[in-house]
């Protein structure tokens, strides 16, 4: 356990470290404008407060916000160049290169296991399932991954639009992380995202004699210049394959799990059937 509780210091120390060089780079900009935070957030929409926030670490800056405040600091693109850096800071270190591609694959293909994919978790449900790791999260950094995962579905207002697709083992759907009521609104919220044309949802029944997907849980993409990409995580040892037979014997595995799982209509009448039931 100390080995674990080392290594997520780390990881957080690493995003600790480039948002630290940015936040000063703010704040040096800020006073050579002669600007207080009240100022700064008058002009950019925030408050003073969230100011403070982002120059102290406490709060990792949107991507708009930081697009602004160089325009408003004429800061020449000093802050701007670093956004993409400051956005990956947000995920633990093992998830911020399949965070950067995922941001900009064409589609992505989805296996869980454990929990609801992280692209359809609710913000309850999100909650929820970090304020469950071991060892613990402090309070601030599970606000901030819970904020960086839901960045992440911003992926379902991307024009042009990607194609999204996802296989849940039927267990997850039973499983009421968070109680109750954040069970009933990940559902619904399931529901609601299956609605859009880009996106299908799978779930793989229990009653199943054959599964393809025992080794666990993984996903795919593809991207715009057509290199496919798999990620493959467990217990926080991850790892981003790029090796094209690697890549293959996956998306051979996604196949056969998207065949023998319940089709997306049948998959819908699933989980309206256990929102009813309870």
Do not use: C
Not at 69 to 77: K, M, P, T
Not at 221 to 249: F, N, P
């Amino acid at each position: 356990m100390e080995e674990q509780q080392a290594e997520g210091e780390q990881e957080y120390e690493s995003g600790a470290g480039i948002l630290h060089v940015w936040r000063r780079q703010l704040k040096l900009f800020r006073e050579r404008a002669r600007m207080d935070r009240a100022e700064l957030g008058a002009l950019t929409g925030y408050s003073a407060a969230t100011i403070a926030s982002f120059e102290q670490g406490r709060r990792i800056p949107p991507p708009k916000f930081i697009e602004r405040v160089d325009e408003v600091l004429d800061a020449g693109g000093v802050l701007t160049a670093g956004k993409e850096d400051v956005a990956r800071a947000q995920y633990p270190a093992h998830f911020r290169d399949a965070a950067r591609l995922e941001a900009k694959a064409v589609a992505v293909h989805v296996y869980g296991t454990q929990a609801v994919p992280g692209l359809l978790q609710t913000q309850e449900y999100g909650r929820a399932v970090f304020a469950m790791w071991l060892p613990p999260l402090d309070e601030a950094v599970i606000e901030e991954r819970l904020a960086a995962r839901l960045a992440r579905q911003e992926i379902f207002a991307r024009r042009p639009a990607p194609h999204l697709s996802f296989v849940i083992e039927e267990a997850v759907l039973l499983r009421p992380l968070g109680g109750d009521a954040v069970w009933r609104g990940q559902l619904e919220h399931l529901l609601l995202i299956e609605e859009n044309r880009n996106v299908e949802i799978q779930v793989m029944p229990l009653s199943r004699q054959e599964h393809a997907g025992l080794a666990g849980p993984f996903t795919l993409m593809e991207m715009t210049d057509g290199r496919r990409i798999a990620y493959a995580e467990v217990q926080r040892d991850s790892r981003v394959h790029t090796e094209r037979e690697r890549v293959r014997e996956l998306e051979r595995t996604y196949g056969s799990l998207r065949a023998q799982a319940l089709t997306p209509a049948e998959s819908r009448a699933l989980i309206e059937k256990l929102l009813g039931e309870r």
